[in-house]
């Protein structure tokens, strides 16, 4: 039997065992090592869906994957080029012919086995998803930042070598958004955060930013251009839920340079948005929603470039699953962290 962490759309979450499948024909069963958790995964449980497919509940969440192959079916490891026990990340989202599904998001209990997200101790992977191989000498909580870094890896894709990049926002994507626009070759980084962000406006730090700003203490659109004189080249609005952060990248932003939007707003609407600006100054706005640079993401680890430690933040177990949701809501006084993982084994 394997333990699963249920969320039936409600702003619940249970605890319940679910059966262990046979892997299918193409496919496997993967032993879950570790969990990266983001705010995505506090909407789900809230009924809030951010996925193209639409949701499914009851469910079990959990993208931010890492683990072992249990079991393989047949013609799986010619095809994955994988083998039992082997360590792997696991691409959340699954191209199928009716469109893409997301493991954590899109996957009843009902379907199948059930056990299609990664809060639990067992998870059933289809034949149409993507492993990538991950190093064995790197503890599994900390290895979890491969898909925030995968998505902030896309982000960064404006950055040229020389750039100056300023990213709003310090959760886990804007911390690993400066990794990526290290790796991508800019020359000055700067990140923002509000007052609450002080733990990790300290880590930015420590991640090397010329300077972190805190906007209780400073205008943000003043002092990007006191930095720069005109501005950054590429802005990547790391927020979630703030939409201030969109006109303020718009107003970082050089003549011709880039605004990616990254952060989700929860569908809200931008309070003083001005088009004018971005045919004025010849801006180019960038969707940053998915992330599909895994490979990437995965070799930069392999290689040495991403402090793994430096961003691991706090590991939690079962027992401690609903005190992390409620940080990761800023609903728990007195505690707070840079990332959060669930470690299931």
């Not at 009843?108 to 000498?137: C, K, N």
């Amino acid at each position: 039997m394997s333990r699963a962490l249920v969320m039936p759309g409600d702003g619940t979450w249970e605890l319940r065992e679910l059966p262990v499948p046979d892997p299918e024909p193409g496919g496997a069963v993967l032993r879950v090592e570790a969990v990266g958790m983001c705010h995505s995964d506090v909407d789900h449980m809230h009924g809030i869906v951010h996925t193209p497919w639409g949701g499914a509940y009851p469910s079990i969440a959990g993208h931010e994957i890492v683990g072992r192959i249990h079991a393989l079916g047949e013609g799986t490891a010619a095809r994955w080029g994988v083998v039992e026990g082997q360590r792997v990340a696991v691409r959340e989202s699954v191209p199928l012919p009716g469109g893409i599904r997301v493991y954590g998001h899109d996957y009843a209990i009902d379907e199948r086995s059930g056990l299609f997200g990664g809060f639990a101790d067992y998870m059933e992977l289809l034949p149409e998803t993507l492993v990538e191989p991950l190093p064995d000498d790197i503890p599994a909580a900390e290895l979890t930042v491969w898909e925030p870094l995968a998505i902030a890896v896309r982000w960064a894709t404006a950055v040229k070598p020389g750039d100056s990049v300023a990213i709003l926002g310090p959760g886990h994507l804007g911390l690993a958004s400066i990794v990526a626009a290290r790796a991508a070759g800019a020359e000055r980084v700067f990140i923002t955060g509000t007052p609450a962000d002080a733990m990790r406006l300290d880590a930015a730090r420590k991640l090397g930013v010329e300077e972190a700003i805190d906007i209780g203490a400073a205008d943000p659109v003043e002092r990007i251009r006191e930095l720069t004189g005109d501005g950054v080249h590429v802005v990547i609005d790391a927020a979630s839920g703030s939409t201030a952060t969109v006109t303020q990248g718009m107003q970082m932003a050089r003549r011709g340079g880039t605004v990616v939007i990254g952060g989700l707003k929860d569908r809200k609407p931008v309070e003083g948005f001005i088009s004018d600006l971005i045919p004025m100054r010849q801006l180019h706005l960038h969707a940053g929603f998915p992330g599909d640079h895994v490979k990437t993401s995965v070799e930069l680890i392999r290689q040495g470039m991403v402090p793994t430690a430096d961003l691991l933040g706090e590991v939690v177990t079962v027992d401690g699953f609903g005190d992390a949701l409620r940080m990761l809501s800023r609903q728990l006084p007195g505690r707070d962290a840079i990332r959060l993982s669930l470690r299931m084994s």
